[in-house]
């Protein structure tokens, strides 16, 4: 196959098949956090489904273990009706396989902690709030608090904002 015709193939065998005729391969390095789980759902559910999932033709993820997981969990279960998308890859060696889960994952680089600051205070300042940032971005209130450029006061100002009601306090006693 020429070097360009490979470039494509990819891509040529998209399709969309039940999760549970894929599997997860048996030495994938990556780990990720139950949080960033939650924010890879909440991704697909904001962006919908941007990535297919990078499987061998026996069906053996390559790449997109943890989006496999994801959509076998509710909601995304039943939003996409038990299935997912997929691209086969056919390589020669299984070497060849575990280079591309590792190349994959690796590339996806880290984020920069200036850019992360610009951003958030770019999101800020367009009127977004802390609550609605957290939740798209996976950031608790401190995180943000920390990238952002507001004082501590301001930044309570803003953490409060549109809140109409607070809980009551109780008291509560050791039987």
Do not use: C
Not at 162 to 170: H, L, M, R, T
Request: charged share 25%; glycine share 6%.
């Amino acid at each position: 196959m020429a070097d360009k015709e490979k470039l494509f193939a990819p891509l040529s065998t998209l399709k969309w098949v039940n999760r549970n005729e894929i599997k997860p391969n048996d030495y994938n390095p990556n780990k990720v956090s139950k949080e960033n789980l939650k924010l890879l759902t909440q991704s697909i559910l904001t962006n919908g489904w941007t990535l297919p999932i990078v499987i061998r033709p026996d069906g053996t993820i390559i790449d997109g273990f943890h989006r496999w997981t994801v959509a076998g969990q509710e909601p995304l279960f039943s939003l996409l009706g038990g299935k997912v998308p997929v691209v086969v890859v056919n390589h020669a060696e299984e070497s060849e396989d575990i280079y591309g889960t590792v190349t994959h994952n690796r590339a996806r680089g880290t984020h920069l902690l200036e850019p992360m600051k610009a951003i958030v205070e770019r999101l800020l300042k367009s009127g977004k709030t802390i609550q609605e940032i957290g939740k798209q971005l996976g950031m608790k209130p401190e995180e943000i608090f920390r990238l952002s450029n507001f004082s501590k006061d301001d930044f309570l100002d803003m953490m409060t904002k549109n809140v109409s009601e607070y809980s009551k306090a109780e008291f509560i006693t050791k039987l």
